[in-house]
Protein backbone atom coordinates (compact mmCIF):
# COMPACT_ATOMS: atom_id res chain seq x y z
CA UNK A 1 0.00 0.00 0.00
CA UNK A 2 1.11 3.51 -0.85
CA UNK A 3 0.59 6.53 0.91
CA UNK A 4 0.43 9.48 -0.67
CA UNK A 5 0.36 12.27 1.99
CA UNK A 6 3.72 13.60 4.71
CA UNK A 7 2.61 16.21 7.37
CA UNK A 8 5.64 17.59 8.37
CA UNK A 9 6.16 18.97 12.11
CA UNK A 10 8.92 19.34 14.03
CA UNK A 11 8.71 16.85 16.86
CA UNK A 12 7.75 14.34 14.57
CA UNK A 13 10.60 15.27 11.93
CA UNK A 14 13.36 15.42 14.30
CA UNK A 15 12.54 11.86 15.62
CA UNK A 16 12.04 10.26 12.90
CA UNK A 17 13.92 11.92 9.86
CA UNK A 18 15.22 8.80 8.54
CA UNK A 19 11.84 6.76 8.50
CA UNK A 20 10.43 10.21 6.25
CA UNK A 21 13.25 10.24 3.96
CA UNK A 22 12.66 6.48 3.67
CA UNK A 23 8.84 6.99 3.21
CA UNK A 24 9.56 10.00 0.25
CA UNK A 25 11.95 8.08 -1.69
CA UNK A 26 9.66 5.01 -1.60
CA UNK A 27 6.08 6.56 -2.19
CA UNK A 28 6.74 6.47 -6.19
CA UNK A 29 8.01 8.87 -8.69
CA UNK A 30 4.57 9.38 -9.89
CA UNK A 31 2.84 9.51 -7.31
CA UNK A 32 1.30 13.07 -6.35
CA UNK A 33 1.89 14.70 -3.39
CA UNK A 34 0.31 15.97 -0.05
CA UNK A 35 2.75 18.01 1.75
CA UNK A 36 2.02 20.44 4.73
CA UNK A 37 5.36 22.49 5.69
CA UNK A 38 3.59 23.58 9.17
CA UNK A 39 7.06 25.34 9.70
CA UNK A 40 9.10 26.94 7.78
CA UNK A 41 12.02 25.84 9.26
CA UNK A 42 12.00 22.36 7.80
CA UNK A 43 12.48 24.29 4.73
CA UNK A 44 15.83 25.50 5.71
CA UNK A 45 16.79 21.92 6.68
CA UNK A 46 19.32 20.96 4.01
CA UNK A 47 18.32 16.95 4.30
CA UNK A 48 14.53 17.82 3.80
CA UNK A 49 14.86 20.26 1.09
CA UNK A 50 17.37 18.84 -0.95
CA UNK A 51 14.54 15.74 -0.90
CA UNK A 52 11.21 17.28 -1.52
CA UNK A 53 12.21 20.79 -3.27
CA UNK A 54 13.93 19.09 -5.84
CA UNK A 55 10.77 17.37 -6.94
CA UNK A 56 7.96 19.95 -7.46
CA UNK A 57 6.58 17.42 -10.02
CA UNK A 58 5.32 15.42 -7.46
CA UNK A 59 3.32 17.96 -5.49
CA UNK A 60 -1.03 17.16 -5.42
CA UNK A 61 -1.42 19.80 -2.65
CA UNK A 62 1.50 21.96 -0.91
CA UNK A 63 1.06 24.45 2.26
CA UNK A 64 3.88 25.92 3.28
CA UNK A 65 4.90 28.84 4.93
CA UNK A 66 8.04 30.96 3.97
CA UNK A 67 7.88 33.24 7.75
CA UNK A 68 11.70 32.33 8.67
CA UNK A 69 14.03 34.67 6.93
CA UNK A 70 15.90 32.10 4.74
CA UNK A 71 12.68 30.00 4.10
CA UNK A 72 12.07 32.20 0.98
CA UNK A 73 15.34 31.99 -0.69
CA UNK A 74 15.49 28.46 0.30
CA UNK A 75 12.47 27.41 -1.61
CA UNK A 76 12.73 29.82 -4.64
CA UNK A 77 16.52 27.94 -4.88
CA UNK A 78 15.36 24.73 -4.33
CA UNK A 79 11.72 24.26 -6.46
CA UNK A 80 13.35 24.14 -9.70
CA UNK A 81 11.55 25.20 -13.10
CA UNK A 82 7.84 26.53 -12.13
CA UNK A 83 6.82 24.58 -14.67
CA UNK A 84 6.98 21.35 -12.92
CA UNK A 85 4.23 21.74 -11.14
CA UNK A 86 2.36 19.86 -13.19
CA UNK A 87 0.20 17.68 -10.84
CA UNK A 88 -0.44 20.76 -8.14
CA UNK A 89 -4.26 20.97 -7.87
CA UNK A 90 -3.81 23.10 -4.23
CA UNK A 91 -1.96 25.69 -3.13
CA UNK A 92 -1.91 27.36 0.22
CA UNK A 93 0.93 29.73 1.17
CA UNK A 94 1.80 32.30 3.44
CA UNK A 95 4.43 34.83 3.14
CA UNK A 96 4.96 38.78 4.47
CA UNK A 97 8.58 38.80 2.40
CA UNK A 98 8.32 41.81 -0.27
CA UNK A 99 10.58 39.97 -1.95
CA UNK A 100 8.68 37.02 -3.02
CA UNK A 101 9.00 36.42 -6.38
CA UNK A 102 8.51 32.79 -6.87
CA UNK A 103 5.78 31.74 -9.03
CA UNK A 104 3.00 28.80 -9.79
CA UNK A 105 1.83 30.28 -12.99
CA UNK A 106 2.64 27.25 -14.73
CA UNK A 107 1.04 24.83 -12.58
CA UNK A 108 -1.74 23.61 -15.40
CA UNK A 109 -4.04 21.50 -13.00
CA UNK A 110 -3.87 24.04 -9.94
CA UNK A 111 -7.13 25.13 -8.87
CA UNK A 112 -7.48 25.99 -5.62
CA UNK A 113 -5.29 28.39 -3.51
CA UNK A 114 -5.18 30.22 -0.16
CA UNK A 115 -2.36 33.09 -0.55
CA UNK A 116 -1.21 35.25 2.48
CA UNK A 117 1.52 36.94 0.62
CA UNK A 118 2.16 40.97 -0.04
CA UNK A 119 -0.03 42.45 -2.81
CA UNK A 120 1.58 45.68 -3.29
CA UNK A 121 1.00 45.94 -7.22
CA UNK A 122 -1.22 43.86 -10.10
CA UNK A 123 1.50 43.97 -12.10
CA UNK A 124 3.97 42.54 -9.75
CA UNK A 125 1.16 38.99 -9.19
CA UNK A 126 0.29 38.88 -12.41
CA UNK A 127 2.10 36.17 -12.87
CA UNK A 128 2.09 34.26 -9.72
CA UNK A 129 -0.70 32.09 -10.24
CA UNK A 130 -2.73 31.03 -13.43
CA UNK A 131 -5.52 33.26 -12.26
CA UNK A 132 -8.12 32.08 -15.05
CA UNK A 133 -8.08 28.62 -14.22
CA UNK A 134 -9.22 28.86 -10.35
CA UNK A 135 -12.34 28.08 -9.06
CA UNK A 136 -11.52 28.78 -5.32
CA UNK A 137 -9.50 31.72 -3.89
CA UNK A 138 -8.72 33.26 -0.98
CA UNK A 139 -6.39 35.79 -0.48
CA UNK A 140 -5.88 37.63 2.62
CA UNK A 141 -5.54 41.43 2.01
CA UNK A 142 -5.15 43.70 -0.39
CA UNK A 143 -6.11 47.28 -1.79
CA UNK A 144 -8.79 48.07 -4.39
CA UNK A 145 -6.26 48.65 -7.03
CA UNK A 146 -5.42 45.24 -7.18
CA UNK A 147 -8.48 43.24 -6.02
CA UNK A 148 -10.26 44.80 -9.07
CA UNK A 149 -8.14 43.44 -11.87
CA UNK A 150 -7.13 40.37 -10.12
CA UNK A 151 -10.86 39.05 -9.71
CA UNK A 152 -11.28 39.83 -13.11
CA UNK A 153 -8.59 37.51 -14.73
CA UNK A 154 -10.19 34.62 -11.96
CA UNK A 155 -12.96 34.28 -14.68
CA UNK A 156 -13.53 30.61 -13.58
CA UNK A 157 -14.03 31.38 -9.97
CA UNK A 158 -16.71 29.46 -7.95
CA UNK A 159 -16.06 30.73 -4.74
CA UNK A 160 -13.65 33.50 -3.57
CA UNK A 161 -12.75 35.08 -0.15
CA UNK A 162 -11.23 38.12 0.09
CA UNK A 163 -9.74 41.10 2.14
CA UNK A 164 -9.33 44.33 0.59
CA UNK A 165 -8.53 47.59 2.46
CA UNK A 166 -9.99 50.77 1.01
CA UNK A 167 -8.94 53.88 0.46
CA UNK A 168 -10.58 56.91 0.00
CA UNK A 169 -9.04 58.62 -3.70
CA UNK A 170 -7.93 55.43 -4.79
CA UNK A 171 -8.94 55.22 -8.37
CA UNK A 172 -10.88 51.97 -9.37
CA UNK A 173 -9.66 50.31 -12.24
CA UNK A 174 -12.63 49.98 -14.78
CA UNK A 175 -13.04 46.04 -16.02
CA UNK A 176 -16.17 44.76 -18.25
CA UNK A 177 -16.21 41.16 -16.88
CA UNK A 178 -19.07 38.22 -16.59
CA UNK A 179 -18.18 35.70 -13.82
CA UNK A 180 -20.56 33.33 -15.35
CA UNK A 181 -19.43 30.88 -12.31
CA UNK A 182 -18.91 32.73 -8.99
CA UNK A 183 -22.11 30.95 -6.44
CA UNK A 184 -20.11 32.30 -3.45
CA UNK A 185 -18.25 35.50 -2.72
CA UNK A 186 -16.72 36.32 0.91
CA UNK A 187 -15.37 40.21 1.30
CA UNK A 188 -14.19 41.39 4.13
CA UNK A 189 -13.13 45.62 4.83
CA UNK A 190 -10.98 46.10 6.60
CA UNK A 191 -10.41 49.92 6.64
CA UNK A 192 -12.13 52.91 4.43
CA UNK A 193 -15.94 53.22 2.79
CA UNK A 194 -17.33 50.09 0.60
CA UNK A 195 -17.10 51.65 -2.45
CA UNK A 196 -20.25 50.55 -4.48
CA UNK A 197 -17.88 51.69 -7.83
CA UNK A 198 -15.70 48.51 -7.16
CA UNK A 199 -18.27 45.93 -8.76
CA UNK A 200 -19.39 48.30 -11.63
CA UNK A 201 -17.43 46.56 -14.18
CA UNK A 202 -18.48 43.11 -12.88
CA UNK A 203 -21.72 40.88 -13.70
CA UNK A 204 -22.79 37.77 -11.34
CA UNK A 205 -25.44 36.28 -12.92
CA UNK A 206 -25.48 32.76 -10.73
CA UNK A 207 -24.29 34.79 -7.24
CA UNK A 208 -26.22 32.46 -4.23
CA UNK A 209 -24.04 33.66 -0.93
CA UNK A 210 -22.44 36.43 0.16
CA UNK A 211 -20.52 37.14 2.95
CA UNK A 212 -19.70 41.10 3.16
CA UNK A 213 -18.00 41.99 6.94
CA UNK A 214 -17.10 45.68 6.84
CA UNK A 215 -15.59 47.11 10.11
CA UNK A 216 -17.04 49.39 12.36
CA UNK A 217 -15.98 52.67 11.05
CA UNK A 218 -16.68 51.41 7.67
CA UNK A 219 -19.59 53.01 5.58
CA UNK A 220 -20.88 52.29 2.28
CA UNK A 221 -20.18 54.56 -0.46
CA UNK A 222 -23.89 54.48 -2.20
CA UNK A 223 -22.82 56.19 -5.38
CA UNK A 224 -24.65 55.04 -8.39
CA UNK A 225 -25.61 51.83 -6.46
CA UNK A 226 -27.71 50.77 -9.24
CA UNK A 227 -25.47 47.95 -10.78
CA UNK A 228 -24.61 46.53 -7.69
CA UNK A 229 -29.10 45.93 -6.47
CA UNK A 230 -28.92 43.88 -9.67
CA UNK A 231 -26.08 41.53 -8.54
CA UNK A 232 -27.80 40.96 -5.44
CA UNK A 233 -31.41 39.64 -7.09
CA UNK A 234 -30.97 36.06 -6.99
CA UNK A 235 -28.90 35.50 -3.57
CA UNK A 236 -30.44 32.90 -1.55
CA UNK A 237 -27.90 33.26 1.56
CA UNK A 238 -26.61 36.65 3.28
CA UNK A 239 -24.18 37.05 6.19
CA UNK A 240 -23.48 40.63 7.01
CA UNK A 241 -21.54 42.12 9.69
CA UNK A 242 -21.34 46.08 9.33
CA UNK A 243 -23.84 48.64 10.20
CA UNK A 244 -27.40 48.37 10.46
CA UNK A 245 -28.54 51.04 8.34
CA UNK A 246 -26.31 49.44 5.69
CA UNK A 247 -28.04 46.33 5.79
CA UNK A 248 -31.79 47.25 5.40
CA UNK A 249 -30.99 49.22 2.44
CA UNK A 250 -29.00 46.00 1.03
CA UNK A 251 -32.17 44.14 1.81
CA UNK A 252 -34.25 46.32 0.13
CA UNK A 253 -32.77 44.53 -3.48
CA UNK A 254 -32.67 40.79 -2.47
CA UNK A 255 -35.83 39.22 -2.86
CA UNK A 256 -35.23 35.70 -3.33
CA UNK A 257 -32.99 35.31 0.24
CA UNK A 258 -34.03 32.70 2.61
CA UNK A 259 -31.19 32.92 4.97
CA UNK A 260 -29.68 35.91 6.95
CA UNK A 261 -27.01 36.20 9.20
CA UNK A 262 -26.90 39.64 10.64
CA UNK A 263 -24.08 41.10 13.01
CA UNK A 264 -25.24 44.92 13.42
CA UNK A 265 -22.92 47.45 15.17
CA UNK A 266 -26.57 50.09 15.40
CA UNK A 267 -29.50 49.66 16.85
CA UNK A 268 -32.39 46.68 15.30
CA UNK A 269 -36.02 48.98 15.15
CA UNK A 270 -35.38 49.85 11.69
CA UNK A 271 -34.20 46.52 10.54
CA UNK A 272 -37.15 44.67 12.50
CA UNK A 273 -39.89 47.14 11.64
CA UNK A 274 -38.77 46.72 7.80
CA UNK A 275 -38.58 42.63 8.27
CA UNK A 276 -42.23 43.16 9.45
CA UNK A 277 -45.24 42.30 7.24
CA UNK A 278 -47.69 45.26 7.41
CA UNK A 279 -50.21 43.79 5.11
CA UNK A 280 -50.28 41.18 2.08
CA UNK A 281 -48.38 42.88 -0.69
CA UNK A 282 -44.82 43.56 -1.46
CA UNK A 283 -43.04 42.12 1.72
CA UNK A 284 -39.85 42.50 2.11
CA UNK A 285 -37.31 39.22 1.49
CA UNK A 286 -40.60 37.14 1.30
CA UNK A 287 -38.69 33.69 1.01
CA UNK A 288 -37.20 33.99 4.63
CA UNK A 289 -37.15 31.44 6.62
CA UNK A 290 -33.74 31.03 8.78
CA UNK A 291 -32.65 34.09 10.13
CA UNK A 292 -29.30 34.63 12.91
CA UNK A 293 -29.64 38.21 15.12
CA UNK A 294 -25.94 39.24 16.80
CA UNK A 295 -25.75 42.38 18.11
CA UNK A 296 -22.55 43.92 19.12
CA UNK A 297 -24.43 45.22 21.97
CA UNK A 298 -26.88 43.45 23.96
CA UNK A 299 -28.91 46.76 24.45
CA UNK A 300 -29.10 47.32 21.08
CA UNK A 301 -32.17 44.08 20.85
CA UNK A 302 -32.87 44.75 24.70
CA UNK A 303 -34.91 47.80 23.17
CA UNK A 304 -36.29 46.38 20.41
CA UNK A 305 -37.87 42.97 21.93
CA UNK A 306 -41.36 44.01 21.42
CA UNK A 307 -40.51 45.00 17.46
CA UNK A 308 -38.73 41.42 16.91
CA UNK A 309 -42.72 39.40 18.64
CA UNK A 310 -44.27 41.66 16.34
CA UNK A 311 -41.95 40.44 13.36
CA UNK A 312 -41.75 36.82 14.25
CA UNK A 313 -45.70 36.92 14.69
CA UNK A 314 -46.56 38.62 10.81
CA UNK A 315 -44.74 36.60 8.88
CA UNK A 316 -46.92 33.75 10.21
CA UNK A 317 -49.92 35.65 9.42
CA UNK A 318 -49.96 37.05 6.29
CA UNK A 319 -49.41 34.58 3.64
CA UNK A 320 -47.29 36.68 1.37
CA UNK A 321 -44.33 35.81 3.49
CA UNK A 322 -42.67 32.54 4.95
CA UNK A 323 -42.95 31.89 8.51
CA UNK A 324 -39.76 31.50 9.88
CA UNK A 325 -38.62 28.32 10.43
CA UNK A 326 -35.09 28.98 12.25
CA UNK A 327 -34.91 31.67 14.54
CA UNK A 328 -31.19 32.63 16.52
CA UNK A 329 -30.19 35.29 18.78
CA UNK A 330 -26.26 35.29 19.85
CA UNK A 331 -25.73 37.22 22.83
CA UNK A 332 -21.98 38.99 21.87
CA UNK A 333 -20.49 38.44 25.32
CA UNK A 334 -21.06 35.73 27.30
CA UNK A 335 -18.88 36.64 30.07
CA UNK A 336 -20.35 39.77 30.41
CA UNK A 337 -23.97 39.14 31.18
CA UNK A 338 -25.81 41.52 33.54
CA UNK A 339 -29.17 40.92 35.37
CA UNK A 340 -30.95 42.70 32.55
CA UNK A 341 -29.29 40.74 29.92
CA UNK A 342 -31.27 37.86 31.71
CA UNK A 343 -34.58 39.69 31.86
CA UNK A 344 -34.30 39.51 27.86
CA UNK A 345 -33.57 36.12 27.99
CA UNK A 346 -36.69 34.90 30.01
CA UNK A 347 -38.49 37.29 27.39
CA UNK A 348 -36.98 35.72 24.75
CA UNK A 349 -37.29 32.34 26.16
CA UNK A 350 -41.30 33.33 26.18
CA UNK A 351 -41.38 33.58 22.38
CA UNK A 352 -45.03 31.59 21.64
CA UNK A 353 -43.20 28.23 20.30
CA UNK A 354 -46.72 28.28 17.59
CA UNK A 355 -45.83 31.95 16.38
CA UNK A 356 -42.97 30.24 13.69
CA UNK A 357 -44.38 26.43 14.17
CA UNK A 358 -40.83 25.29 15.96
CA UNK A 359 -40.35 23.85 19.12
CA UNK A 360 -39.47 25.85 22.15
CA UNK A 361 -36.78 27.84 22.51
CA UNK A 362 -33.76 26.58 23.61
CA UNK A 363 -31.13 28.36 25.60
CA UNK A 364 -27.38 27.32 25.96
CA UNK A 365 -24.07 29.28 26.02
CA UNK A 366 -25.86 32.96 25.69
CA UNK A 367 -27.31 31.13 22.18
CA UNK A 368 -31.23 31.16 21.87
CA UNK A 369 -32.59 29.62 18.82
CA UNK A 370 -35.61 27.94 17.20
CA UNK A 371 -34.93 24.74 15.32
CA UNK A 372 -37.84 22.94 13.49
CA UNK A 373 -39.80 20.14 14.80
CA UNK A 374 -39.04 16.50 13.84
Known amino acids: MKFSKLLLDLATVRQYEEMTIQWFSRAGPHLGLSLQFGDSIYICNPDFSNLI ?12 NLLEPDSLATFAHGHGNASAFSQLEDLTIECHNLALD ?24 KNFAPWKQLTCLYIGSMETSVWVPLVA ?46 FEGFRFPVLMSLRLMLARNCHFSWTHPEHFYRQLILLHIFRFIGNSEDLVNLLRHTPSLVSLHATTYGELNTFLVRLTVMNESDPLIPGLNRLTIRPKKWTFLSSSVGLLLKMVTSRTLHTSACPLEYLSIIHP ?30 RYEGLFHFVPRA
Open 333 to 362: NVESRRSEDLDLEQQLHALPCQVIKCSPLR
Open 53 to 64: LSHPERFRELSI
Open 102 to 125: VTFAAAGRLRRMKAQIPFLSWEKR
Open 153 to 198: HCINLENGTFGIASTVGTPVPTVNVMMAHLTSFDLTFTTGPLFIQL
